[in-house]
């Protein structure tokens, strides 16, 4: 089975013929997954403490965006730490092992479909919170939400483990048609938010005219727009990264197998890999309590630092 996954591997791949032409190309591919991994792993962890110490940020909205973050920060501790070894054995001219090509196979399929159905479930939560507004407290709650992250990986780990069984055409397959689903269904739910906003923008500023708007009520109605538009900025980056190597698998098997076709196999690896450094900005960006509270976290860092340097200084 490795024998014949590592035969597939080799039409995406470089192989020894291509080590020279592709050499510029995997050095700075080499060079920006080296920086991603630090910004990954480290602009994570930060925005994970940062969104628990923010208690203003509902609980079932709070447990996505943790388990976004958590997948994040796997791909900057498993995921991208491989992919770099695999570019400095092509630029040491060395063949990988077919348990390597598997290893980083099976943890991109389940990290980024693991991402892509917490991004299509975020996106409904949103919906849900838009739609029902009262109602949402009574049907949204932290429990089911709970067992939807724990679904979510479970489902995840299956789709990437039938690798293990040879099956890598049934797992892109299941893979493909899951991002299909969930890509129309988050369009569907978008949509549905715009529509919904706009009745209840109308009908806001209506009862401002009658004088029968509370602040109270728009200010919750302001902050649920805010956090909407983040998580949207979250889904389009999400689509912007991880359309290219769509399109590259697709044209591999269209057009078969060829430089070109693998400088942008490359290429595209390294977009997927940047959306786990660009969801924390977006985060901070977007999100005024996240933004807070890292830079409460970032202020009592330089605190510390400064109070440990003043305590070496006067020290005889």
């Known amino acids: ?36 991994t630090y910004t990954a792993i480290m602009f994570n962890i930060v925005t994970i403490y940062a969104i628990h110490k923010a208690a203003t940020i509902a609980k079932p909205l709070k447990t996505l965006l ?3 973050a958590f997948s994040d920060v796997a791909v900057g501790l498993f995921g991208q730490p491989l992919y770099i070894s695999l570019l400095i054995k092509w630029l040491r001219m060395e063949n990988p092992s077919c348990n ?30 838009v ?14 939400v709970v067992y939807m992250v724990i679904s979510i990986w479970m489902y995840s780990t299956f789709v990437s483990l039938t690798t293990l069984w040879g099956l890598r055409g049934t797992r ?11 890509f129309i269904l988050i369009l569907i739910c978008y949509i549905k938010i715009y529509l919904t906003v706009r009745r209840h923008k109308n009908q806001i500023q209506s009862m401002q005219i009658q004088g029968e708007a509370q602040s109270d009520e728009i200010k919750k109605f302001a902050a649920l727009i805010k956090s909407t538009i983040s998580i949207f900025y979250v889904t389009i980056v999400l689509a912007i990264c991880y359309l290219p190597f769509q399109i590259c698998s697709a044209g591999f098997r269209i ?15 390294t977009l997927i890999f940047l959306n786990s450094s660009l ?18 976290i970032l202020r009592k860092m330089s605190r510390s630092r400064n109070q440990s ?5 006067i020290q005889p």
Not at 14 to 35: G, V
Not at 109 to 124: K, P, T
Not at 172 to 182: P, Q, T, V
Not at 256 to 267: E, M, P, Q, R, V
């Open 172 to 182: 892109d397959a299941i893979g493909l048609a899951s991002a299909a689903i969930a």
């Open 255 to 269: 057009y078969g197998s060829g430089i070109a076709l693998k400088k942008f196999h490359l290429l595209s690896l």
């Open 66 to 68: 943790l388990h976004l």
């Open 309 to 313: 340097s003043h305590l070496t200084m």
């Open 100 to 129: 390597a090509y598997l290893i980083l196979s099976i943890s991109g399929a389940l990290f980024s479909l693991a991402s892509s159905l917490g991004v299509l479930v975020v996106s409904i939560e949103r919906f849900l919170a």
């Open 279 to 296: 969801n924390p900005v977006i985060y901070c960006w977007k999100m005024r309590h996240v933004r807070r509270a890292i830079i409460d």
């Open 1 to 36: 089975m490795n024998g014949l996954y590592c035969n597939e591997s080799s039409q995406h791949y470089p192989s020894i013929a291509d080590f020279k032409d592709l050499r510029p190309t995997i050095i700075t591919n080499c060079i920006f997954n080296s920086f991603l």
């Open 131 to 144: 739609h029902l507004h009262l109602r949402y407290q009574e049907l949204v709650t932290h429990k089911r």
